[in-house]
């Protein structure tokens, strides 16, 4: 398994041709106490860089933008009783939903964690 | 400093400007952003538990950024008239060492700022006889200029621009000042008295932007940074950042100037007609009288109501409202998540047939259907200390 990283902050953990994705430790650093996750439902056809989730803390609301293109197979049910979450797992149980890519080859222009790691140091 | 004091030199970008308390809060962890033309700290540990802590203790703000002015004329001429030419308060029956929320209002009744006017008594720090006026940063240099244009010559105005100004708020606020400053627990809500501490003067008001008791302390900013040191030495108090501060004052149900007033809003129809003095109105001697007296009279086409929202989802500033056609006839002005209601509220104008407290009302935001309620504000009771 392999996990990339946008610019937007987002990660994808990619098995096969399965995607998990949520927002990285960072991005939950900087919004603060979470207090709801609108997550996308299944049937949804996302497009790379298009809205797919919102996610609200208590002072603004942040889109978060699909990393690659695909259906979505499964918004996490956890975060609709328990948006902190996010805050407490942004990269392991606070994930936001789960694609099908369509388009596998998109991965390569995202970082890994190493690039990924290096760019929010500059931030 | 001017207007043109914000443009720098090399073109027409405003700089944004640093408060005496800049480097304090950068070293205790404050996310700065830009407000009013400041760099201002947002939140220092999150805005959720900023915010709860102020409910249960107490939150130190700075709101330097706020404008402080003094009102003086010489030779006795009517200053307390001069200010009922464009406030609707009643400044003449204001006592020494009594504070009242006014509006500055426009020619038509619409509102350019709200504000805090006080009766300086003898005995101040300013060395002034007059009034002391709190306004907002964000409009303070456009109220200045008003306020040079429509009062009368013989009125000086004194823009404090080297004060700086500490809101102390929360439950045990009394306890953390009085420690300090022992004679506060004398005065009651919306009394202001001089202080000293360490020898330093200070202009101490019992009244805030939280719901909570507490206080608003004016001080030379030469000193601030000690006094601020010292509050936050006590065990009640931590510094409180601009998030949880928009959190407070909206479950209090306190508009916030550009957001929920602005001058195309009449007092009315804010739902501040208690800004509206009785004498005033019976002289119906304030700028747009005719108007808002007519309103008040008949009541207001749109008002300022508060809403809970359904579910968990906030609905935030610029949401519309709906009619039940889904015709948009209104607009959230505020909105976010309450932490001490755990749930999301909102301020919004709404036609009179919808103010109605229980009105259940749809609202729209980015395509999306919401739900609310009319309910009666504050949404979290105000805990004054009178």
Same mark, same amino acid.
């Not at chain 2, 501040?272 to 003095?277: E, K």
């Not at chain 2, 119906?284 to 700028?287: E, L």
């Given at each position: 398994m392999s996990r990339y990283f946008t610019e937007d902050h987002e990660w994808v953990d990619v098995e096969g041709d399965t995607g998990t994705v949520g927002i990285s430790e960072f991005a939950q650093g900087q919004l603060g106490d979470i207090v709801f996750v609108d997550v996308p439902e299944a049937g949804k056809a996302l497009t790379k860089g298009g809205d797919a989730a919102v996610v609200e803390s208590v002072k603004a609301a942040s889109d978060v933008y699909a990393p690659v293109s695909g259906t979505v197979t499964e918004g996490n049910p956890a975060l609709a009783d328990n948006p902190a979450l996010v805050n407490e797992d942004a990269e392991g149980q606070g994930w936001f939903f789960k694609l099908t890519l369509s388009d596998p080859s998109e991965l390569s222009s995202l970082m890994d964690e190493t690039a990924y790691a290096a760019f929010v140091a500059k931030q | 400093m001017s207007e043109a004091d914000l443009i720098d030199d090399t073109g027409e970008e405003p700089a944004i400007l640093s408060l005496p308390l800049d480097a304090w809060h950068r070293a205790r962890g404050g996310r700065m952003v830009e407000f009013a033309g400041y760099h201002m700290p947002v939140q220092y540990e999150g805005v959720m538990p900023e915010h709860l802590w102020v409910r249960d203790s107490a939150g130190l703000f700075d709101v330097s950024h706020m404008g402080q002015l003094l009102f003086r004329t010489e030779d006795g001429a009517d200053l307390d008239g001069a200010l009922e030419s464009v406030l609707p308060g009643d400044i003449a029956g204001l006592k020494p060492g009594r504070q009242r929320y006014s509006l500055l209002l426009a020619e038509d009744g619409g509102i350019l700022d709200d504000l805090m006017v006080t009766r300086l008594p003898d005995e101040n720090p300013f060395d002034v006889q007059g009034l002391y006026m709190v306004v907002n940063g964000a409009t303070k240099f456009d109220d200045i200029a008003y306020f040079l244009d429509k009062l009368p010559e013989d009125v000086l105005i004194n823009h404090m621009e080297d004060q700086a100004l500490l809101a102390l708020q929360g439950p045990k606020a009394v306890d953390a000042l009085a420690r300090l400053v022992p004679g506060v627990r004398d005065l009651v809500f919306m009394t202001a008295a001089p202080f000293e501490w360490d020898g330093k003067p200070l202009w101490i008001g019992r009244s805030g932007y939280t719901g909570e008791d507490g206080f608003e302390i004016s001080i030379d900013g030469e000193y601030v940074e000690a006094l601020a040191d010292a509050l936050c030495a006590q065990p009640e108090v931590k510094p409180i950042g601009l998030g949880a501060r928009d959190s407070l004052r909206l479950e209090a149900g306190l508009p916030l100037y550009g957001h929920d007033l602005?001058? *195309?809003? *009449?007092p009315v129809v804010a739902d $501040? !007609? &208690?800004? $509206? =003095?009785k004498r005033r109105r019976e002289e #119906? =001697? &304030?700028?747009g009288a005719t108007r808002i007296l007519a309103e008040r009279e008949g009541g207001p086409a749109v008002k300022r109501v508060g809403l809970r929202v359904e579910g968990r989802q906030p609905v935030r500033e610029g949401a519309a409202v709906l009619d039940a #056609? !889904? !015709?948009?006839?209104g607009r959230v002005t505020s909105g976010g998540f309450a932490p001490s209601l755990n749930a999301p509220i909102a301020m919004a104008y709404v036609p009179a047939a919808l103010a109605a407290t229980g009105t259940r009302i749809q609202l729209s935001q980015r395509g999306k259907v919401h739900h609310a309620t009319v309910t009666a504000m504050p949404f979290v009771p105000h805990r004054y200390v009178r």
């Open positions: - | 602005d001058e *195309t809003i *009449t $501040l !007609g &208690f800004a $509206l =003095s #119906a =001697s &304030f700028p #056609a !889904g !015709g948009e006839v």
